[in-house]
C-alpha cells in the first residue's frame, strides 16, 4: 500500500521502519486481543535457539523482508546495502528482545517499574532509526 501511494518517489525511511516495526510493535502492545503474547512468543522464537523455528520464519516472512529491504535501498542509496543488511539484523534482534519481555532489563538493574507495553513502541522506534540512520564508525571504531 505504501509503495504504491509512493510510485515513483522513495518513502522516507521513518515510513519504512513504521510499516515493518510499528505493526510488530502495536500488536505487541495488544493485550486484549492475543497480539500481546503472540509476538512476546515470536521475540523468544528470535532470541532462543530453535533451527526449526527460526527456518519456517525466514521462508515465511522472505517476501515480506525482501520488500522491506527493497525500500530501504532505494529510500537510502547512499548506504551501502551490506551495512543496511547488517543494521536490519541488529534491528530485528532490538525489536525481539524488546518484545519478548523486560525479565532480562529487571534482572541486570533491579526495579524496573515501566514494563506497560504499549510503551515500548516510541522508545523502540526512536532506537531503530536512530541506528539506521547513524553514520559507521571510521576503521570501525568509536571515538
Not at 522516507?12 to 500481546?36: C, E, N, Q, W, Y
Request: negative net charge; glycine residues 10%; charged residues 25%.
Amino acid at each position: 500500500m505504501l509503495e504504491a501511494e509512493a510510485g515513483e518517489t522513495a518513502l522516507k525511511p521513518s515510513r519504512i521502519v513504521d510499516a515493518f516495526f510499528g505493526t510488530a510493535l502495536r500488536m505487541a502492545a495488544d493485550l486484549d486481543g492475543g497480539g500481546h503474547t503472540f509476538m512476546r512468543l515470536l521475540g523468544r522464537t528470535h532470541t532462543e535457539l530453535n533451527e526449526f523455528v527460526r527456518q519456517f520464519l525466514a521462508e515465511e516472512y522472505a517476501e515480506c523482508v525482501g520488500r522491506f529491504l527493497a525500500a530501504l535501498y532505494r529510500a537510502l542509496p547512499e548506504v551501502d546495502r551490506k551495512e543496511i543488511l547488517w543494521r536490519f539484523h541488529f534491528m530485528m534482534g532490538a525489536m525481539s528482545y524488546g518484545i519478548a519481555g523486560t525479565d532480562a532489563l529487571q534482572r541486570v538493574a533491579g526495579q524496573f517499574d515501566d514494563e506497560d507495553p504499549t510503551r515500548i513502541t516510541p522508545r523502540l522506534m526512536s532506537f531503530l532509526l536512530g541506528g539506521l540512520r547513524a553514520p559507521l564508525a571510521e576503521g570501525g571504531m568509536f571515538r
